[in-house]
Each structure stands twice: as C-alpha cells, then as structure tokens.
C-alpha cells in the first residue's frame, strides 16, 4: 500500500514571500501521479497541481510550482509571492496507476501572515 | 457552472438515529467517491462507485452503506451513527478510472453526532 507523509502539521509565510511545503512517498510502482491539493476554511477542496511521474519536468501553474524527486519519493510544492487567500490546509496525495485509488497525506496547514 | 454539491453543509444527528448525506453532480463524470475526514486528519476512502458497480474499502466498517441511483446522485448511510462518525463527509468524482486526472470534491457534509 502507498503512503504519503507530510512533515510539517503547520507553517507560516509573510505575504508576498516564498514557502516550501515538502511531501514524501512511499511506493512500488513505477508510474504513478501526484497531487497538491489546497482545502480552504470550509470550503471545498481544489487541485493546484499535478505531477505524471514519468515526466522529469516539474509541473508549474502560475504562482505554484513542485520539485519532484522520484529518486527520493519527495514531492514538495513551492509557493511563490503568498497571497492572504494561500490560507489553507494543502494535501500531498498519491495516485496509483490504475488510478483506482487517491490517497492523501494527513495535510498542512499553511497562514499566510499580512 | 458544472460542479458536486453536497446537502446538507451541516448535519446534526442522534446517536444511534440513521442519517443520509446526498452527493449530486452535473458533470456527467462516472465514478463517484466518498471520504471521511476527522478534524486535521487527512480525507479517508470509504467506496466508491464506477458507474454502479460498487466498491467498498477494506476497512470501512459495516455501519456505512451507498446508494447510486443513478449517474447524477450518490447517497451516503449511516445505519446507527457513533460519536466516533462525526466528521467531514466528502463526496469527490472523476470523468473515469484510469485517468489520473484528479478529483473534483464538492463542499463536504460535516456530521455531528449528540
């Protein structure tokens, strides 16, 4: 069974600033994809970006971007000029290649701090 | 706007006393998923539905039953709630297995059990 471990239960950044949150895995497979997903005060939960894991190049979306290091199983998501409306609770999560299955890390929680 | 919404937000309910939470979507996707998650815990499967073949996870208990009727709606059962079921219901769908395109979450149903 996949696992997905996210390290740091909560962080902080000033607006405007840089911040890394790290993502690690633990699989078998070969080909898999991964996900950032940002959950804000009730509300629903939205994909940032995804990774395919036989693609070197990290994915990036605007303001987001991973560095991915299948190597290492890590999967860190870094998020560029933080914005106030970055407050949430962001999920790490694996998909296997079946894609039967999604599993999540158990979050961060990131405050974006005026 | 396509989307998955989920009624009620908010869910009171006795211990012991059966509660159903409804999932509906318009974007024709054809598996449905639910998850439970506790407070600051990371969104755990119960089942899921592709198209109306059911699939229940391993570990869910007994206590917990779905319901398709049909593509748009997916009903969640509780037989006999326990203060341990309080917790955020998520309803999430996919356009298809296999795909790895990520899931589309409504807002979630949050379950207080008394």
């Known amino acids: 069974a996949q696992t997905v471990t996210q390290s740091q239960p909560e962080m902080s950044v000033q607006e405007a600033e840089t911040v890394t949150l790290s993502c690690t895995y633990d699989?078998?497979?070969?080909?898999?994809?991964l996900f950032w997903y940002k959950q804000p005060p009730s509300r629903q939960m939205i994909l940032v970006i995804r990774?395919?894991?036989?693609?070197?190049q990290n994915a990036t979306e605007n303001r987001f971007s991973v560095n991915f290091q299948k190597a290492a199983k890590s999967f860190s998501l870094k998020i560029s000029d933080s914005q106030l409306g970055d407050t949430a609770m962001y999920f790490c999560?694996?998909?296997?290649?079946?894609?039967?299955?999604?599993?999540f890390g158990g979050g961060t929680r990131l405050m974006v701090k005026p | 706007d396509a989307m998955v919404i989920q009624n009620p937000r908010y869910q009171v309910t006795q211990f012991g006393k059966p509660v159903t939470l409804s999932c509906s979507q318009t974007?024709?996707?054809?598996?449905m998923y639910w998850y439970q998650q506790k407070s600051s815990q990371a969104p755990k499967l119960l089942f899921h539905?592709?198209?109306?073949?059911?699939?229940n996870e391993a570990d869910t208990p007994d206590n917990f039953q779905s319901r398709r009727p049909n593509t748009s709606f997916c009903f969640l059962d509780i037989r006999s709630p326990g203060l341990g079921d309080a917790a955020m219901y998520l309803c999430?769908?996919?356009?298809?297995?296999?795909?790895?395109?990520?899931?589309?979450f409504g807002s979630g149903t949050r379950l207080t059990v008394v």
């Open positions: 539905y592709y198209d109306k073949d059911f699939n």
């Open positions: 990774q395919e894991a036989y693609k070197q």
């Open positions: 999560a694996f998909m296997n290649n079946a894609g039967n299955m999604l599993t």
């Open positions: 974007l024709n996707h054809n598996v």
């Open positions: 699989t078998s497979e070969s080909n898999y994809y």
């Open positions: 999430a769908t996919s356009r298809d297995r296999g795909l790895q395109e990520g899931y589309t």
